[in-house]
Structure formats: C-alpha cells, structure tokens
C-alpha cells in the first residue's frame, strides 16, 4: 500500500497471558473520561465528546516500558524512520464501550511549538490491542495527496501492536459490541530541526 514505511504493525508483541495481566490488574479501578487538548494551547485539556468518546488510566508499569523499548527501536530502524527518541510518556490504558470513538487526530507534530515534556515532543506513537473480542471499534489512518484521501484499517488482533510516527492521522472508529481495550505509549524526543 501507499502507507509503506509510514507505520508497521506486528503480532503477538504481547502474549495473551500479558494481555490478560494488564486487563486484570486494572480491571476494577475507576476510569476517567478522556480528554482532549484545546487546539493551540498545550496546557489546556478539556472533554470534547464530538472528537472522543472512551475512558482512560494512566500506568506507569516498568515492565511494559522495558518490554516494549525494544520493540520500539527495531521498529525505528527497520522503518528507516531513526527518530532520537529518548523516553516516553506514562502509558494510557484506554476503554471504548460501545459507542465510543475517537476521530481523526494526530498526536504530536514534533515541531518546537509542541514542545512538552521538559522540552520533547511526541515523535513515536504505539498502540497495543488488548482483545478482540468486539465489533467495530477499527484503527484507521488518514492518507492525504493533492486533495484525496486514502484511508488504512489496521488489524487489530489481541496483542498486535502498531507503531508509527504521532503526526500521522488516525481514529477509532465507534464501537458497536463489547468493550475495547488498547495500551497506548508515545514515545519522545528532542523537536525535529
């Protein structure tokens, strides 16, 4: 497809008995709900149910971090993209019942104007699929040329993970049955020149 080289997607990055820990562990906790950033203000957060509709925790499991790094750089380099990247944000666990969603959206732009996080920026995005026990609810990317638009759905197999640079566009598209789970992680580096 056109979206070679913009994200790479991989089975089984997490085994069901590490799918079934995260979702046990955090199974009885209480969610909130999701926010988004008010357009131009990087401090400014607000809930935005045009734009998101899901429920959110914040995690700070060593384990995933130290999991998933590798992932990360093999990712990094085989994709030629060679961000310097230089740690991550907490983790986002993130639940979409039925009905929820989130529209088209980038995650970062890597420019100076974006700088957070003691002056990085989201330069990697990834997302792991905890279950699939659900219908609908599809990753989608946004392609755009010269006025088209070409769209990507992503598999979305319990713990397949996908990874791409966070000013791609993306959404998840409405939930219709069950419950969907992912771990979300953006990974950080300097802006880009």
Request: with cysteine; net charge negative.
């Amino acid at each position: 497809t056109n979206f070679k080289h913009l994200l790479m997607y991989a089975e089984d990055v997490f085994d069901k008995k590490k799918c079934d820990k995260v979702l046990r562990k955090y199974w009885g906790r209480k969610w909130k709900d999701a926010t988004v950033k008010e357009s131009g203000n990087k401090e400014q957060v607000q809930i935005d149910e045009t734009l998101r509709i899901s429920e959110v925790l914040w995690l700070k499991e060593q384990w995933i971090f130290d999991y998933i790094w590798p992932w990360m750089q093999e990712a990094n380099d085989q994709t030629g993209w060679c961000y310097d990247i230089r740690g991550c944000e907490d983790i986002q666990l993130t639940r979409y019942k039925v009905g929820s969603f989130y529209d088209f959206h980038t995650d970062g732009l890597g420019d100076h104007v974006s700088k957070d996080h003691g002056g990085m920026v989201r330069k990697l995005s990834m997302t792991i699929f905890l279950n699939d026990d659900y219908e609908g609810g599809e990753f989608q990317f946004a392609k755009y040329h010269k006025g088209e638009v070409e769209i990507l759905t992503q598999e979305h197999k319990a713990g397949g993970a996908v990874i791409f640079p966070s000013s791609l566009d993306h959404r998840v598209k409405p939930v219709t049955k069950g419950v969907r789970y992912s771990l979300v992680i953006w990974f950080i580096g300097p802006p880009f020149a």
